[in-house]
């Protein structure tokens, strides 16, 4: 009598994961390596602190060329001009830093 092996209850084959997708599944999301987060600027603080100080708010956006040429620039032409251009350059400084901070947002994919 020849004794026939125990037969094994059939299981349904899977296919193997690829590495990718076994890492995706099982590790929550991180933030890509290599790129450094951005925070956004605020405008309105860009727009007091250009107000506060002519080119102040160019330099908290980071344009500090465009700031220390605001400065320059304001101060022979007010020198020149008796401090009578001196206010539209307040209102330029003003303007000009919200908008640089407006621009670093979106540039940086931020809305609004």
């Given at each position: 009598m020849?004794?026939t092996?125990?037969?094994?209850?059939e299981?349904?084959?899977q296919p193997?994961?690829?590495?990718?997708q076994a890492n995706?599944?099982?590790?929550?999301?991180?933030?890509?390596?290599?790129y450094?987060r951005?925070?956004?600027?605020?405008?309105w603080?860009?727009a007091?602190l250009?107000?506060?100080?002519?080119g102040?708010g160019?330099?908290?956006?980071?344009?500090?060329g465009y700031?220390i040429?605001?400065i320059i620039?304001g101060?022979?032409?007010?020198?020149f001009?008796?401090g009578?251009?001196a206010p539209?350059?307040?209102?330029i400084?003003?303007?000009?830093s919200y908008t640089?901070?407006?621009?670093?947002?979106r540039q940086?994919?931020?809305?609004g």
């Amino acid at each position: 009598m020849a004794e026939t092996p125990p037969t094994q209850p059939e299981q349904p084959i899977q296919p193997p994961q690829q590495p990718a997708q076994a890492n995706a599944q099982q590790q929550p999301q991180q933030p890509m390596q290599g790129y450094m987060r951005v925070e956004p600027k605020k405008p309105w603080l860009a727009a007091l602190l250009g107000l506060i100080f002519l080119g102040l708010g160019l330099f908290y956006v980071g344009k500090w060329g465009y700031g220390i040429l605001l400065i320059i620039v304001g101060v022979i032409v007010s020198v020149f001009t008796a401090g009578l251009a001196a206010p539209i350059f307040w209102i330029i400084s003003i303007v000009w830093s919200y908008t640089a901070a407006k621009s670093y947002n979106r540039q940086a994919g931020y809305p609004g």
